[in-house]
Structures are given as C-alpha cells and as structure tokens.
C-alpha cells in the first residue's frame, strides 16, 4: 500500500484500523529498504549485542556459532523505549467533516505508530485529550494490550462528539506530571488552543522537556485551506467546530489578515519547539503518513 494513496474519506468505510496500519507500516519499511534510508533499524531483531560485564545468562549460543559475536536475547517484557501517544480529540480535529480528515489522519499515525512500537518490542500508551484527559492507558509492549489501544482508536474515529474545545496546555501539563519515567512523548494535535494565550501552550511543552521527556509534536493542519486560506471568493458561512459559532463572509474579505495571524502563531509554536528542543512535524494531512513514520524512527535512532 502506498501511503500517499490512502483516501482519508475511506478508513472508517473499511473498517479493519489494525489490518491498515500494519499495511502502512509494512509498505514503508519497504520503501525504506529500497531507499537511502535503509541504514534505520527496521528489522526489529530480537537479539542485540552483548555488552562486557552483563549477565551471560541469556546469550544465544547458537546466533555466536554462526556468526562469531555475542548477542542476547530479549524477551516480550524487555522494552527499549516507552512511549506517550498523545491524541487531540476536540471537535476542531474532525475537520473537514466530509472526511474527518484531521482525526482520520492522526488516527491512522498513531495506529501506525502503535504497531510499529510493537514490532520494536517497545511500550506504549494512549491518552486521548479535549478539554480533559479522556482515556489514559498502561504503558505496556503485550500483543492483547496494543490491540486494545488500537480499538480506542478506532472508537475515537466512528464516534465524532460535538462542541469539544481543546485545552492543549492544561492537558500537557497534567501528563508531565502524571509520566515518572523518561519518555518519548508524541502529540496529535491542530493546536488550536487560545491562540491569544499562546505562551501558556509554550510553557506547556516545556514543562515537558523540564521533566527530561523526549517530544516530537505532529502539528495536524489541512494546509491547503487551514493555513493558506484557499477557499474560492464566494459567500461562506464558516462555523466554528469548537463553539458553533457561525460567520458569512467572503474569503479575500479576511484572507489576508487571517493568513497572518495564523502565520505568526505557526511560526511562533516552530521557534518555541525549536528553543526546547522538541521536534516539530508539519503534518499536513494531504502529504501522506511517510512523514510521520520517519520523523519517528529518526527520534527512536537518536534514542537508542
């Protein structure tokens, strides 16, 4: 399957969430071994190299007759990473409706994410999120538990709740409060928060970092019309998913005022991410899931 070919406006038709991220997964690990990328640590062994002074206890004598090194195995509990995906789930997420096509979007990465996790023995947990946390599951590597993550995502997709605004900041730092552990904490959200008050999102993710958490934050936008405003000029009624509040105007009436106050808090969020050392993903969600689930594996390589 090719990734950038996947109809956003299909998923929830079809219905099977894990067949179709283990399919994204298996279609770009492939892709990768085709390209110059194929140095990633995609084969997702279950032995890794033994290190002098470490119990001999569990090294595969039959893996050094072959090869001549010490390597030991790891075992399903055994996890590298542990790692937080978080998912907005306000209504501003479900835009544009027709599709679901932001949610459609992070809900196939996180999946995606989820089972590439599993592959690497990793553990994961999910914590959706609008104004409070919604969901919040164990941080855990098992096959029964990655299943269950992946039918809340699910959950999340068939199940649209209207009028849900989104607190960005208020969640964020209720989570680093909540993870005791060093983490690799990922974001799905269009961060639409109070944009007003766009230094309480700033103090939020840095209150992250504070707490030595490793974050990459998927800012989830369709470009074409949330960013650039491309809309044809004609009369609109746009309504606000959050509040449902209702305007009629005609686009080049706003476009460019618009344009540069949502410019001016996307550029301020990449600074900011950029002083804390938190990795910021455009994820334009016409731009196919490549993107998501290489900025990931570069973030998991530096890990390791």
Same mark, same amino acid.
């Given at each position: 399957m090719?990734?950038?070919?996947?109809?956003?406006?299909?998923?929830?038709?079809?219905?099977?969430?894990e067949?179709?991220?283990k399919?994204?997964?298996e279609?770009?690990?492939?892709g990768?071994?085709?390209s #110059?990328?194929?140095g990633?640590?995609? %084969?997702?062994? %279950?032995?890794?190299?033994?290190n002098?002074?470490?119990?001999?206890?569990?090294?595969?004598w039959?893996?050094y007759? $072959?090869?001549?090194?010490?390597y030991?195995k790891?075992? %399903?509990?055994?996890?590298?990473?542990?790692?937080?995906?978080?998912?907005?789930?306000?209504?501003?997420m479900?835009?544009?409706e027709e &599709?679901?096509?932001?949610?459609t979007?992070?809900?196939?990465?996180? /999946?995606? +994410?989820?089972?590439?996790l599993?592959?690497?023995?990793?553990?994961?947990?999910?914590?959706?999120?609008?104004?409070?946390i919604?969901?919040?599951?164990?941080?855990? &590597?098992?096959?029964?538990?990655?299943?269950?993550i992946?039918?809340?995502?699910?959950?999340?997709?068939?199940s $649209?709740? #209207?009028?849900?605004?989104?607190?960005?900041?208020s969640?964020?730092?209720?989570? /680093?409060?909540?993870?005791? $552990?060093?983490?690799?904490?990922?974001?799905?959200?269009?961060?639409?928060?109070?944009l007003?008050e766009a230094?309480?999102?700033?103090?939020?993710?840095?209150? +992250?970092?504070?707490n030595?958490?490793?974050?990459?934050?998927?800012?989830?936008?369709?470009?074409?019309?949330?960013?650039?405003?491309?809309?044809?000029?004609?009369?609109?009624?746009?309504?606000?998913?959050?509040?449902?509040?209702?305007?009629?105007?005609? #686009?080049?009436?706003?476009?460019?005022?618009?344009?540069?106050?949502?410019?001016?808090?996307?550029?301020k969020?990449?600074?900011?991410?950029?002083?804390?050392?938190?990795?910021f993903?455009?994820?334009d969600?016409?731009?196919g899931?490549d993107?998501?689930?290489?900025?990931?594996?570069?973030?998991?390589? $530096?890990?390791?």
């Open positions: 090719n990734s950038r070919q996947l109809d956003l406006a299909k998923v929830r038709e079809f219905g099977n969430l067949f179709l991220a399919q994204l997964v279609g770009f690990i492939t990768l071994h085709k #110059p990328f194929h990633f640590s995609v %084969e997702f062994a %279950e032995h890794q190299l033994y002098t002074g470490e119990s001999t206890r569990n090294i595969d039959k893996v007759a $072959k090869t001549d090194r010490l030991v790891r075992y %399903e509990e055994e996890t590298n990473l542990r790692c937080h995906l978080l998912l907005d789930t306000s209504s501003s479900y835009y544009p &599709s679901f096509g932001k949610m979007f992070s809900v196939m990465a996180a /999946a995606s +994410l989820t089972y590439l599993q592959r690497q023995k990793d553990a994961v947990s999910l914590c959706t999120f609008s104004e409070n919604e969901i919040q599951t164990a941080v855990k &590597s098992t096959p029964s538990h990655v299943h269950k992946i039918l809340e995502l699910d959950n999340v997709l068939q $649209k709740r #209207p009028l849900l605004k989104t607190s960005v900041a969640v964020l730092h209720q989570i /680093a409060e909540k993870i005791h $552990k060093r983490s690799l904490v990922v974001i799905f959200s269009d961060m639409f928060d109070n007003e230094d309480k999102i700033f103090s939020a993710l840095q209150h +992250l970092r504070h030595l958490h490793e974050v990459l934050l998927f800012h989830v936008t369709d470009r074409n019309t949330e960013e650039l405003f491309a809309f044809e000029n004609r009369p609109y009624e746009f309504i606000d998913l959050e509040s449902g509040e209702r305007i009629k105007i005609q #686009p080049d009436q706003v476009r460019d005022s618009y344009k540069e106050f949502v410019g001016d808090f996307y550029q969020l990449k600074l900011k991410c950029g002083q804390y050392k938190i990795d993903i455009e994820a969600i016409a731009k899931f993107p998501i689930l290489m900025a990931y594996l570069v973030k998991h390589s $530096k890990m390791r």
